[in-house]
């Protein structure tokens, strides 16, 4: 009979580690020590392009009970059609209702307002037709609170610097600071302005952006997707006082519960939190690949995402951790205003790993950890006692976990 203590490890594993000589990984928390505030973590809902949530899908995405995931952002399409404006409203109340922040990203202008009268395959917006757009843009935000969804950022415009064949719209960096410079003033300053959402988190559509006095002050948030690349800092905006938000990315293999693909989302997050990004967006909420499957149950890929979005919530602050404490062992660390702290592990081992924690400036009782891997989702994994502001604990092999502070 093999007896597990509080470490969630059986007694057997402990001697058997030891008479290995297995090594133990150190970790240092600084409260002191701060980096981003967290916006949140989130996924994107499109109908009109597949079908809508159901409600007790958008009760899973953005519920904290269990089984749901907590996420904190909805990212939605501004429809070039005013008309179907409404198909965007039921989900996204129940999302607010969640307390969840709405971002609208249009794919395109009315194809009027656009130099090859489409919708579709780039086209640039016409300068004739700034003020519209404006006006586009400003409609739309105006009718979703009036339905009590009140929208909490807006994006200029979907990935700039792609031109495929659905909706979408070119735009260089110069075109940003020209629209801006032109229109900024005209753009509610109750909300976030998002720019440019580009491909690849392409900095040569924002450098220009962030380098021009009268653009700069009307952009708030720097967003970007990661197709074709891997998190990383930007200097230049968080010398602006721009957040950083990575508003799409998502892995084209087809089975969400593909373990493999899975836990390589979680190191995504990972390096997305040390690159200061402060919000982090799926693709598709229900989807094959996505953090729901099409039956609307959670995914690996929807725990791992939960393993951060449902304790590290908005308004947490990013502390200092050692980041990799032994080789393919990812640890970030984050507080809120009262000091409760959370810690996320990602082991892309296969062994477990003893951790020890040591928390400078700060101080807990205990801590709690669940854990996601290819046979659980978000288990409880037992409760470790904090002394002298240390504690030791085993990250699980292959996995992604998450300590709270009791």
């Known amino acids: 009979m093999k007896i597990k203590n509080s470490l969630g490890i059986s007694t057997a594993f402990i001697l058997s580690s030891m008479s290995l000589g297995v090594f133990a990984g150190n970790v240092t928390v600084n409260f002191n020590t701060q980096y981003q505030e967290i916006d949140g973590f989130g ?10 949530l159901t409600s007790a899908q958008a009760t899973k995405a953005f519920g904290t009970g269990n089984g749901e995931m907590g996420l904190s952002i909805m990212r939605m399409r501004i429809d070039p059609d005013s008309n179907q404006w409404n198909k965007q409203v039921p989900i996204a109340q129940i999302a607010y209702s969640y307390g969840a922040k709405l971002l609208a990203t249009p794919w395109t202008p009315p194809a ?32 979703m609170a009036g339905k009590s969804a009140p929208i909490y950022a807006l994006s200029l415009q979907n990935e700039p610097d792609w031109h495929p064949d659905y909706e979408s719209c070119d735009w260089s960096g110069a075109d940003f600071v020209a629209y801006l410079n032109d229109q900024g003033w005209r753009l509610d300053p109750a909300l976030k302005i998002v720019a440019p959402e580009s491909l690849r988190f392409n900095t040569a559509y924002s450098d220009p952006i962030l380098n021009n006095n009268v653009a700069n002050s009307y952009v708030d948030i720097i967003g970007g997707h990661l197709y074709g690349a891997t998190p990383k800092n930007y200097p ?41 990004y402060s919000a982090y967006i799926w693709w598709y909420i229900r989807r094959s690949y996505g953090l729901l499957t099409e039956d ?23 502390i200092a951790a050692t980041e990799t404490p032994e080789s393919n062992v990812y640890v970030t660390a984050y507080k809120n205003s009262s000091g409760k702290l959370v810690i996320v592990v990602v082991n892309k081992t296969n062994s477990h790993k003893q951790l020890n924690f040591t ?32 504690f030791t604990a085993y990250a699980d092999p292959w996995a992604v976990q998450t300590f709270v502070s009791n």
């Open 43 to 52: 996924g994107m809902n499109a109908p009109g392009w597949i079908n809508d």
């Open 112 to 143: 009027y307002m656009k130099d090859n009268n489409s919708l579709k395959n780039g086209g640039k917006l016409k300068t004739e037709h700034y003020w519209g757009y404006t006006n586009h843009l400003m409609d739309f935000t105006s009718y």
């Open 236 to 276: 230049l905006a968080l010398q602006k006082g721009k957040k950083l938000w990575m508003t799409e990315h998502y892995t084209n293999t087809e089975d969400a519960n593909n373990w493999n693909e899975a836990i390589n989302v979680g190191l995504e997050i990972h390096q997305s939190m040390v690159a200061n």
């Open 296 to 318: 609307g149950n959670v995914s690996k890929r929807g725990y791992i995402m939960s393993q951060f979005s449902k304790f590290v919530r908005p308004g947490y602050v990013r």
């Open 359 to 390: 928390l400078r400036n700060g101080t807990v009782s205990s801590m709690t950890k669940y854990s996601t891997s290819a046979s659980m989702n978000m288990d409880y994994r037992g409760n470790y006692s904090v002394s002298n502001n240390q």
